[in-house]
């Protein structure tokens, strides 16, 4: 793995998904995924830490539940994106990072920066996302 220098930007100007590229790629992905877990860490101290004792108000137990709700919900959306990260990391791995699944075409650096766990081109989600307007 390369020494990446942390000023480092992937330019369309180098070979797409050359080695420095990809430990960019990797790095980001390793940041994004242990920011997420550090969320999840806290908020099972926060529910460690809460009075578990009933709170005699019918409005403050069902405000507690609803934001209880809310974060339980939260951090199931995060351990899913966890999942894709994890999913993007082996694809780095394996060599298929950064090129659509359906086309096989490099998806490009700004989509990549903007969805570091993006599977498929612009194009081709666009596409995905009108199929699936019609069978809806």
Excluded: V
Excluded at 7 to 34: D, G, Q, T, V
Excluded at 108 to 134: F, N
């Amino acid at each position: 793995m390369p020494k990446i220098n942390k000023n480092y930007k992937p330019s369309s100007k180098e070979k797409f998904m050359n080695s420095k590229m990809k430990e960019y790629f990797r790095i980001k992905l390793l940041n994004w995924k242990k920011n997420l877990l550090e969320g999840s860490s806290q908020t099972l101290q926060n529910f460690k830490k809460e009075d578990n004792s009933s709170k005699p108000d019918i409005t403050d137990r069902a405000a507690e539940e609803i934001e209880t709700s809310f974060e339980l919900r939260t951090r199931d959306r995060e351990r899913k994106l966890i999942n894709k990260i994890d999913q993007a990391l082996k694809r780095i791995d394996d060599g298929n990072y950064g090129y659509c699944e359906e086309t096989g075409e490099p998806i490009g650096i700004k989509r990549l920066e903007a969805r570091p766990i993006a599977t498929l081109s612009l194009e081709a989600q666009e596409m995905h996302e009108k199929k699936e307007k019609k069978i809806n």
